[in-house]
């Protein structure tokens, strides 16, 4: 199905910082046929997010393409081992994504919306896998010291310092994979996905149904998940709230102190961050890039929009509200009928939300998000410098994705017959393509550091 007979050619994208830099990225690709779309949420600095901006459309675009193109042997090659970061130590045979029943758990879940003319259960699978392993094996040479980065040094402790950054530093991803009515939607962390849809074909009224679930210990499935893989540390894999205390998300690109073997993180970690490895770190890997994937089918008479946002968003506004805003910002510039009384609440008409102000529907989440109609509220939030801010409110990246809609639908139901606002983005034909390049195969080179670090302490420790 051609891609615009889904996808208005339009996606609004809006960003704000609180952290300076900002530790948010987002990307958008033209994918083989179909669309990417991506937020990244950094934590600890820049680099790690930077480093998945880069280069994850590339090995997503990859990993398509050894799947779909029937390569067995070549895509059972493409599959990191399950501890991801470990891969200097861990044993050379990797587990089958197809066969690890946790993966299986991750990946199986489906829409409800009716899948009798969905895609070929083949290749749906094989998709959800080339996701799956796309994420591992970026995250696999992010940890592994395998991403080259350009900076100014004079030292080689200096150089391996700089190369581990994206390791040390952390990101949350969310990434969406559009082809035809079929939307792919892979989630590491705590970013999330909202579709915006009617509750019934003949209503305006739009439901949010979450296509991610947020990836933090206050998920009952992650928190048992940490449990199941450290038996015998109850008291110790979670505290307050955080992996080994320190860390909020349970999956994450980066974050090398929660997934290196214990033995290489005790020469490393004192060398490159001057800290020694978590508490209580007894089993690596802690944290995981392997994201849970969901596959959901486009019902072109209800499904309106995709809503892709960092937890900056969701700190702020429900999943609900963010389908009422965008709601009634479609309503304010006509694209959807305004309800009537018996269709429910007015979005216009709620005094807590702006939702006239903006020609661009992220822009409007996020300006509803720091205060909606208090203006007052907004200026005094957006008036804190960082890194003052970043206790008041976090980085919020944001990225609307507009659906285009059955017109034969009768007009009651409200639509305008694809009537867009008129700084619409064209989201098919304005994308850049996927540089293959960023996926060619890197040099692990981690192991080869841990022995220039080891070697150095060993010659201190005979003077």
Same mark, same amino acid.
């Given at each position: 199905?051609?891609?615009?007979?889904?996808?208005?050619?339009?996606?609004?994208?809006?960003?704000?910082?609180?952290?300076?830099?900002?530790?948010?990225?987002?990307?958008?690709?033209?994918?083989?046929?179909?669309?990417?779309?991506?937020?990244?949420?950094?934590?600890?600095?820049?680099?790690?997010?930077?480093?998945?901006?880069?280069?994850?459309?590339a090995y997503v675009a990859n990993a398509l393409d050894v799947a779909l193109g029937g390569d067995t042997a070549k895509r059972s090659s493409w599959i990191p081992s399950f501890a991801t970061s470990v891969s200097p130590i861990s044993s050379t045979s990797a587990p089958s994504i197809s066969s690890d029943p946790r993966?299986?758990?991750?990946?199986?879940?489906?829409?409800?919306?009716?899948?009798?003319?969905?895609?070929?259960?083949?290749?749906?699978?094989?998709?959800?896998?080339?996701?799956?392993?796309?994420?591992?094996?970026?995250?696999?040479?992010?940890?592994?010291?395998?991403?080259?980065?350009?900076?100014?040094?004079?030292?080689?402790?200096?150089?391996?310092?700089?190369?581990?950054?994206?390791?040390?530093?952390?990101?949350?991803?969310?990434?969406?994979?559009?082809?035809?009515?079929?939307?792919?939607?892979?989630?590491?962390?705590?970013?999330?996905a909202v579709l915006g849809r009617r509750s019934t074909i003949d209503s305006v009224w739009l439901d949010p149904l979450d296509l991610s679930v947020d990836q933090t210990v206050r998920n009952p499935q992650e928190y048992n998940r940490l449990l199941d893989e450290h038996p015998g540390e109850l008291e110790t894999v979670v505290v307050k709230g955080r992996v080994l205390g320190g860390l909020m998300p349970t999956r994450a690109f980066g974050d090398a102190r929660y997934k290196w073997p214990t033995q290489l993180s005790s020469i490393l970690l004192p060398h490159?961050?001057?800290?020694?490895?978590?508490?209580?770190?007894?089993?690596?890997?802690?944290?995981?890039?392997?994201?849970?994937?969901?596959?959901?089918?486009?019902?072109?008479?209800?499904?309106?929009?995709?809503?892709?946002?960092?937890?900056?968003?969701?700190?702020?506004?429900?999943?609900?509200?963010?389908?009422?805003?965008?709601?009634?910002?479609?309503?304010?510039?006509?694209?959807?009928?305004?309800?009537?009384?018996? $269709?429910?609440?007015?979005?216009?008409?709620?005094?807590?939300?702006?939702?006239?102000?903006?020609?661009?529907?992220?822009?409007?989440?996020?300006?509803?998000?720091?205060?909606?109609?208090?203006?007052?509220?907004?200026?005094?939030?957006?008036?804190?410098?960082?890194?003052?801010?970043?206790?008041?409110?976090?980085?919020?990246?944001?990225?609307?994705?507009?659906?285009?809609?059955?017109?034969?639908?009768?007009?009651?139901?409200?639509?305008?017959?694809?009537?867009?606002?008129?700084?619409?983005?064209?989201?098919?034909?304005?994308?850049?393509?996927?540089?293959?390049?960023?996926?060619?195969?890197?040099?692990?080179?981690?192991?080869? $550091?841990?022995?220039?670090?080891?070697?150095?302490?060993?010659?201190?420790?005979?003077?």
């Amino acid at each position: 199905m051609p891609l615009s007979s889904v996808l208005h050619r339009r996606c609004d994208l809006s960003s704000v910082a609180s952290n300076d830099p900002r530790e948010d990225f987002h990307s958008e690709h033209q994918c083989g046929k179909g669309l990417l779309f991506a937020v990244m949420d950094g934590h600890g600095g820049t680099e790690c997010a930077d480093v998945v901006q880069k280069h994850l459309a590339a090995y997503v675009a990859n990993a398509l393409d050894v799947a779909l193109g029937g390569d067995t042997a070549k895509r059972s090659s493409w599959i990191p081992s399950f501890a991801t970061s470990v891969s200097p130590i861990s044993s050379t045979s990797a587990p089958s994504i197809s066969s690890d029943p946790r993966i299986l758990s991750n990946i199986s879940m489906q829409s409800t919306n009716d899948q009798s003319d969905g895609p070929d259960p083949v290749r749906k699978q094989l998709i959800m896998d080339a996701l799956v392993s796309a994420f591992a094996r970026l995250d696999d040479d992010i940890c592994n010291g395998g991403i080259d980065i350009e900076t100014p040094v004079s030292t080689t402790d200096e150089m391996i310092r700089a190369h581990l950054r994206p390791a040390l530093a952390g990101s949350c991803t969310l990434l969406a994979y559009i082809e035809g009515r079929d939307v792919y939607v892979a989630c590491t962390g705590d970013s999330r996905a909202v579709l915006g849809r009617r509750s019934t074909i003949d209503s305006v009224w739009l439901d949010p149904l979450d296509l991610s679930v947020d990836q933090t210990v206050r998920n009952p499935q992650e928190y048992n998940r940490l449990l199941d893989e450290h038996p015998g540390e109850l008291e110790t894999v979670v505290v307050k709230g955080r992996v080994l205390g320190g860390l909020m998300p349970t999956r994450a690109f980066g974050d090398a102190r929660y997934k290196w073997p214990t033995q290489l993180s005790s020469i490393l970690l004192p060398h490159v961050t001057n800290r020694n490895p978590p508490k209580n770190y007894k089993t690596p890997p802690y944290v995981t890039a392997r994201p849970v994937v969901t596959h959901y089918r486009i019902t072109p008479s209800r499904d309106m929009f995709l809503v892709l946002a960092t937890d900056g968003l969701y700190d702020e506004l429900s999943s609900q509200e963010v389908v009422t805003v965008v709601s009634g910002f479609l309503q304010h510039h006509q694209v959807a009928a305004k309800p009537t009384v018996e $269709w429910g609440t007015d979005p216009l008409s709620n005094k807590s939300f702006k939702l006239t102000s903006d020609t661009n529907a992220a822009t409007c989440l996020i300006r509803n998000a720091l205060g909606g109609a208090n203006e007052d509220k907004m200026r005094k939030l957006m008036g804190i410098p960082a890194p003052y801010s970043r206790r008041f409110r976090d980085d919020i990246t944001v990225n609307v994705l507009f659906f285009q809609h059955d017109s034969k639908v009768s007009q009651h139901v409200g639509l305008d017959g694809g009537r867009l606002v008129k700084e619409a983005t064209d989201a098919v034909h304005g994308l850049p393509g996927v540089d293959l390049s960023l996926a060619n195969v890197k040099q692990h080179r981690l192991q080869s $550091w841990v022995s220039y670090f080891a070697k150095k302490d060993q010659q201190q420790s005979k003077l």
